[in-house]
């Protein structure tokens, strides 16, 4: 991952911390309507601020599944790649390709997801405070996941390089950090274990 996908995630986070998401997003929407309109009034409303988080949480997990099937795909194309016998040139190229964009698309995916994420823990407060520690061990899968996408941008460099030396058995077994992630992700945020 480029220093950049790191400088938009620090940039939300700041962003949010400071101005708060209610006062960016009504005043987006306010500006969006003429004189104000339905979307404005929304967010006057006491539950305004609930539906405007739930817009958020919906687009949280939709790019936060997107992100996944990025990563549950990505080291499979790195199986086939290992397993590519070294004549066959074209197949090895093709191989590459898909890989490359497939992680430029998933990287894409990944900044909005942590970015909402962030807006929702620092902007909305969901998991801080005492007896919140079912977000700490989220936030650590979260830095895991990140790890685990930094890791398949090298893995492909060294594809790309002729200077993989591992088997498409490690990678089957690579293959399956994101699912664990993921089933720790979800059971963490719907379950909250050692909420006090």
């Known amino acids: 991952m480029s220093p950049g996908f790191f400088l938009a995630i620090a940039t939300t986070g700041f962003f949010i911390r400071k101005q708060g998401p209610q006062n960016w997003l009504c005043q987006a929407a306010g500006a969006a309507a003429p004189s104000g309109g339905r979307a404005l009034a929304r967010c006057e409303q006491p539950w305004g601020l609930h539906f405007v988080m739930l817009w958020i949480k919906s687009f949280h997990i939709v ?10 795909y ?12 070294p004549q066959s040139v074209a197949e090895r190229d093709r191989l590459l390709l898909m890989a490359r964009k497939l992680l430029r698309f998933t990287t894409v995916l990944a900044v909005p ?12 407060g969901i998991g801080l405070g005492a007896g919140n520690n ?22 492909l460099k060294k594809f790309v390089a002729g200077q993989n030396a591992r088997s498409h058995v490690w990678f089957r077994w690579f293959n399956e950090a994101p699912v664990l992630l993921l089933v720790a992700a979800v059971v963490l945020v719907v379950v909250k274990p050692w909420q006090g």
């Open 63 to 72: 790019f936060v599944a997107s992100w996944f099937a990025g990563l549950f």
């Open 74 to 85: 990505l080291p499979r194309i790195f199986v086939n790649l290992a397993m590519v016998p």
């Open 113 to 124: 997801a942590v970015g909402l994420g962030l807006w929702l823990y620092l902007g909305y």
């Open 134 to 155: 079912w977000m700490h061990a989220k936030l650590f899968v979260v830095l895991l996941a990140l790890a685990y996408h930094h890791s398949c941008g090298r893995m």
